[in-house]
């Protein structure tokens, strides 16, 4: 690895639709980046900013939220009440200087392993040019 | 708006004014119940309270410029779990009110038998500098009459925050609004509901015109919001990135006051206050180990960025968290900077209309697509 860097990641990923589609890249053995680390939540509308906050804090590079397509939702809006939050939390970003483009907002499917995949590659390929964070450097927070 | 009448008032006395236009509002309209400010019985502090006995009111202060707590957080405390059976007359600021219409949204407040009287106001002392005002036996009240709220001025002791208020005119909500500024020199009555009209319609009152009042308040908030601008850029410079958050927040002890007194924090079980955040020592081991080291307390910045996220969009810019802090830390201004930009990107203002849902409680199928 050397002094390369390699982005700290955390995905959300929805257990019906995005998580399913990790697992479907898996099983299809398609390569993605291991920088990501996948946690699995009931929908991405369960997502609550705080534990965005406690990811980024905690020395994340980038934080990833995938979500069922709008109208797919297994909770039925669950996905566009994401979509607000994600809004909220990307105002506040760029209003304190926190450096918003951390944060991707995804829809990918169970079907989408492919998309998967490549969603994973670039998203790293897009913190990578970014560099290490900031924020979780700070250890009084 | 409805029409507009004019207050006669007899006695030089605002406070007294009020109080007997409040009372003859009760007498006329079988009202029996009365939140307005009173005077303590230690005398050295104005709250607002709840108050049946008559007799109590002659120490009424309706316009004492202090603001110790919230009334929309009182109010929430009386009617949260059901309506009230009897009216109440509840007479209060522009700000609280404002928190009273985020509150009634969050469904902390049955507004069902309450009436509310507002008034433009320019602002209150901080509690502490009102208290040591009348502990010295200062006429406090009648000084902001003349030099404040008579003018539409504000002299430099008046808190931060009702400085910068935008809102401050008795809003379209309140059922009957109280004028000062451009009142044609006497005191306009005006209501702005049904409820109000009905009220006012029992009162044998004159009719006024009062044509320069828009064009004065406008010109008020305008000067505030230029203000407020030119101060936001000051912020902006000094909490920007985590290490101007930190500084910004350096001397927060984690007490949660400002959370504690913000109208708009009325969970009951709390996030920051759940077992969540009961730790274990692998926890301190693992972060100390990472970062190398954990300041004690941890997670301040992460409770403020927190509450931000999950209630700025309904902060109606009280100052009373900033108020609340122990270590003066100017706590509303970041909020309200944070505040003014995601409420414009919902295209939102809290307390301007009880229709408008609240950002986080509703979604549009057709919005947003540039996120997903
Ligand atoms: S955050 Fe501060 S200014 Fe905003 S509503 Fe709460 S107490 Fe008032
Ligand atoms: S009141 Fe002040 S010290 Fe207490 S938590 Fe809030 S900002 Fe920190
Ligand atoms: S169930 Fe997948 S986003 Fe709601």
Same mark, same amino acid.
């Given at each position: 690895?050397?002094?390369?860097?390699?982005?700290?990641?955390?995905?959300?990923?929805?257990?019906?639709?995005? #998580?399913?589609?990790? /697992? @479907? %890249?898996?099983?299809? +053995?398609?390569?993605?980046?291991?920088?990501?680390?996948? !946690?699995?939540?009931?929908? #991405?509308?369960?997502? /609550? @900013? %705080?534990?965005?906050? +406690?990811?980024?804090?905690?020395?994340?590079?980038?934080? !990833?939220?995938?979500?069922?397509?709008?109208?797919?939702?297994?909770?039925?809006?669950?996905?566009?009440?994401?979509?607000?939050?994600?809004?909220?939390?990307?105002?506040?970003?760029?209003?304190?200087?926190?450096?918003?483009?951390?944060?991707?907002?995804?829809?990918?499917?169970?079907?989408?392993?492919?998309?998967?995949?490549?969603t994973m590659k670039e998203f790293t390929e897009h913190i990578r040019k970014l560099g290490p964070s900031e924020i979780g450097k700070n250890w009084s927070i | 708006m409805g029409e507009k009448f004019q207050l006669k008032i007899k006695d030089e006395d605002l406070n007294k004014g009020l109080k007997d236009f409040l009372l003859q509002i009760m007498e006329k309209n079988e009202i029996s119940n009365l939140i307005v400010p009173l005077l303590i019985p230690s005398k050295n502090n104005v709250f607002p309270t709840f108050v049946k006995n008559r007799e109590l009111l002659e120490d009424a202060k309706p316009i004492a410029p202090v603001l110790p707590v919230s009334t929309a957080t009182m109010i929430s405390k009386i009617t949260r779990l059901s309506p009230s059976p009897e009216k109440i007359l509840v007479f209060l600021k522009p700000?609280?009110?404002?928190?009273?219409?985020?509150?009634?949204?969050?469904?902390?407040?049955?507004?069902?038998?309450?009436i509310f009287v507002s008034y433009d106001c320019m602002g209150a002392y901080k509690t502490d500098f009102y208290e040591e005002a009348l502990s010295g036996g200062k006429d406090i009240d009648s000084e902001y009459v003349s030099k404040n709220l008579m003018k539409g001025e504000q002299d430099d002791n008046i808190r931060d925050a009702c400085k910068l208020c935008e809102n401050f005119f008795s809003t379209a909500f309140a059922d009957i609004g109280i004028g000062f500024i451009g009142a044609d020199g006497g005191i306009l009555i005006e209501?702005?509901?049904?409820?109000?009209?009905?009220?006012?319609?029992?009162?044998?009152?004159?009719?006024?015109?009062?044509?320069?009042?828009?064009?004065?308040?406008?010109?008020?908030?305008?000067?505030?919001?230029?203000?407020?601008?030119?101060?936001?850029?000051?912020?902006?410079?000094?909490?920007?990135?985590?290490?101007?958050?930190?500084?910004?927040?350096?001397?927060?002890?984690?007490?949660?006051?400002?959370?504690?007194?913000?109208?708009?924090?009325?969970?009951?079980?709390?996030?920051?206050?759940?077992?969540?955040?009961?730790?274990?020592?692998?926890n301190f081991l693992g972060w100390a180990e990472k970062k190398g080291a954990v300041k004690l307390p941890t997670d301040t910045i992460f409770f403020h960025l927190g509450r931000l996220s999950h209630m700025s969009t309904s902060c109606i810019a009280c100052g009373l968290c900033s108020d609340a802090c122990p270590m003066d830390i100017k706590v509303y201004e970041l909020f309200h900077l944070v505040a003014d930009d995601t409420q414009a990107a919902f295209d939102y203002k809290p307390g301007r209309d009880l229709e408008e849902e609240a950002p986080l409680v509703t979604f549009k199928e057709d919005e947003l697509k540039e996120l997903g």
């Open positions: 690895m050397g002094d390369k860097f390699e982005p700290k990641l955390i995905g959300f990923f929805c257990n019906w639709c995005t #998580s399913s589609a990790a /697992d @479907l %890249a898996g099983t299809s +053995r398609m390569q993605y980046p291991p920088n990501i680390r996948p !946690i699995r939540v009931m929908c #991405s509308g369960s997502v /609550d @900013l %705080a534990y965005i906050w +406690r990811a980024f804090l905690e020395g994340a590079d980038g934080v !990833i939220i995938g979500g069922c397509h709008p109208g797919d939702c297994h909770y039925v809006s669950g996905n566009y009440k994401a979509r607000r939050r994600i809004k909220i939390f990307e105002t506040i970003m760029k209003t304190l200087g926190l450096d918003e483009k951390r944060l991707w907002l995804r829809w990918i499917s169970a079907s989408e392993g492919k998309k998967f995949a490549e | 700000c609280e009110l404002r928190g009273i219409l985020e509150l009634t949204k969050f469904k902390q407040i049955t507004l069902d038998n309450l209501a702005h509901t049904e409820k109000g009209k009905e009220v006012l319609s029992k009162l044998s009152l004159e009719k006024t015109e009062a044509k320069e009042r828009d064009e004065r308040l406008e010109k008020i908030s305008k000067n505030r919001k230029e203000k407020w601008e030119k101060e936001k850029k000051e912020i902006k410079k000094e909490a920007t990135g985590i290490d101007g958050l930190v500084r910004y927040f350096s001397k927060c002890i984690d007490c949660h006051n400002c959370m504690g007194q913000c109208p708009i924090c009325f969970c009951k079980e709390c996030f920051w206050e759940s077992p969540t955040f009961e730790f274990t020592p692998l």
